[in-house]
């Protein structure tokens, strides 16, 4: 089962007792760390150490940034442009590397910053261009406009001081809860919007329906012979407008419809693409033909991903499509990535 992946960036040597409690800890939620110090890391043998670094933050779902007193060695493409007094220098380290790359991702994060650092901030900043000031707690002035970086972000920069690691694991434990509890009413409540969303657009087609039955009603065509005919009509075109609909919430109908939108398909709206798609799924005996239906109406250039991501081994849209079958009442097709397709449903 894949595991939430947690990156851990710091410097080392000050740093590397709490790196050690962060591993045990974010290990016993069940997650996984990701630390350089552990080889957690695929270094690229013809790339800087660093890039490498930065490349697997972009692997990971949660990033975590502890900031002491040091600001740790220059990135690699860069320059340390050294002035007097040297605390005054300024350039990019790997450590800002990573926090750079997780805020670029938008990736969640999570800030740790040393108590004593966090204070001698606050005298930084009301002494901000006095290059005459000295600091106990910080070797370089790049730690204190990192931190002023990170508070000036607008969103995706919780921020917990620490003494020591007792100071962290709870506050972590806190704030991941929060953050699955969130995800899980997200989910509920995107299941509520689909399921109103469907009993709108339901809504929507019985009025359609009814106004149908008025007008004939008005232009007096409406006669005992006629009216079974009428009814029968707008009762076919109420159940599969619902289908429609029931279908149109599948994931995988989404990610289709999804995939044609962006491809540019030329066909019309969402809803009339659903129509087509829907239709080749009903009248394709296998998934080969359904392909080459659906070749027929978007272009081979706008389906060859979704074939390929069909006949791919880890992928499961081949029983996708058969639960669009079972809601259309419609047999099973066999086993797609066969040479033929599956000729023969099951």
């Given at each position: 089962?894949?595991?939430?992946?947690?990156?851990?960036?710091?410097?080392?040597?000050?740093?590397?007792?709490?790196?050690?409690?962060?591993?045990?800890?974010?290990?016993?939620?069940?997650?996984?760390?990701?630390?350089?110090?552990?080889?957690?890391?695929?270094?690229?043998f013809?790339?800087?150490?660093?890039?490498?670094?930065?490349?697997?933050?972009?692997?990971?779902?949660?990033?975590?940034?502890?900031?002491?007193?040091?600001?740790?060695?220059?990135?690699?493409?860069?320059?340390?442009?050294?002035?007097?007094?040297?605390?005054?220098?300024?350039?990019?380290?790997?450590?800002?590397?990573?926090?750079?790359?997780?805020?670029?991702?938008?990736?969640?994060?999570?800030?740790?910053?040393?108590?004593?650092?966090?204070?001698?901030?606050?005298?930084?900043?009301?002494?901000?261009?006095?290059?005459?000031?000295?600091?106990?707690?910080?070797?370089?002035?790049?730690?204190?406009?990192?931190?002023?970086?990170?508070?000036?972000?607008?969103?995706?920069?919780p921020?917990?001081?620490?003494?020591?690691?007792?100071?962290?694991?709870?506050?972590?434990?806190?704030?991941?809860?929060?953050?699955?509890?969130?995800?899980?009413?997200?989910?509920?409540?995107?299941?509520?919007?689909?399921?109103?969303?469907?009993?709108?657009?339901?809504l929507?087609?019985?009025?359609?329906?009814?106004?149908?039955?008025?007008?004939?009603?008005?232009e007096?065509?409406?006669?005992?012979?006629?009216?079974?005919?009428?009814?029968?009509?707008?009762?076919?075109?109420?159940?599969?407008?619902?289908?429609?609909?029931?279908?149109?919430?599948?994931p995988?109908?989404?990610?289709?419809?999804g995939?044609?939108?962006?491809s540019?398909?030329n066909?019309?709206?969402?809803?009339?693409?659903?129509?087509?798609?829907?239709?080749?799924?009903?009248?394709?005996?296998?998934?080969?033909?359904?392909?080459?239906?659906?070749?027929?109406?978007?272009?081979v250039?706008?389906?060859?991903?979704?074939?390929?991501?069909?006949?791919?081994?880890?992928?499961?849209?081949?029983?996708?499509?058969?639960?669009?079958?079972?809601?259309?009442?419609?047999?099973?097709?066999?086993?797609?990535?066969?040479?033929?397709?599956?000729?023969?449903?099951?």
């Amino acid at each position: 089962m894949a595991k939430p992946r947690v990156f851990i960036s710091s410097t080392f040597y000050d740093l590397k007792y709490i790196r050690a409690s962060l591993d045990e800890f974010v290990r016993n939620l069940g997650f996984e760390p990701v630390l350089s110090e552990k080889g957690d890391i695929a270094y690229a043998f013809d790339r800087p150490l660093d890039e490498s670094c930065y490349r697997e933050v972009g692997n990971c779902d949660i990033f975590v940034a502890v900031i002491g007193g040091r600001y740790g060695s220059p990135r690699s493409g860069t320059e340390e442009t050294a002035t007097a007094p040297e605390f005054y220098a300024r350039y990019s380290s790997v450590t800002r590397g990573e926090i750079d790359e997780a805020i670029r991702l938008d990736i969640p994060i999570y800030v740790l910053i040393d108590k004593p650092v966090h204070a001698e901030f606050r005298t930084y900043k009301l002494n901000k261009g006095n290059e005459e000031m000295v600091y106990a707690h910080a070797e370089s002035v790049n730690v204190f406009e990192l931190i002023e970086q990170i508070v000036s972000l607008p969103r995706n920069n919780p921020i917990q001081t620490f003494d020591n690691f007792d100071d962290i694991g709870p506050w972590l434990r806190e704030q991941w809860a929060g953050q699955f509890r969130n995800l899980l009413k997200r989910q509920v409540d995107s299941e509520k919007i689909r399921d109103l969303a469907t009993q709108v657009a339901e809504l929507s087609d019985i009025n359609a329906t009814l106004k149908s039955y008025l007008e004939t009603l008005m232009e007096h065509q409406l006669t005992p012979e006629n009216s079974s005919e009428v009814i029968a009509n707008e009762d076919r075109r109420l159940e599969r407008n619902r289908n429609l609909h029931r279908l149109m919430a599948e994931p995988s109908v989404s990610f289709t419809l999804g995939h044609l939108v962006r491809s540019g398909s030329n066909v019309g709206s969402e809803m009339e693409i659903a129509e087509v798609f829907i239709e080749a799924v009903e009248s394709s005996r296998t998934g080969m033909e359904l392909f080459d239906k659906l070749d027929a109406e978007f272009g081979v250039e706008n389906i060859t991903f979704l074939r390929d991501f069909a006949l791919s081994a880890e992928s499961a849209y081949g029983h996708d499509l058969n639960t669009i079958r079972a809601i259309l009442g419609l047999s099973p097709f066999a086993d797609i990535s066969e040479p033929d397709g599956g000729a023969t449903p099951v």
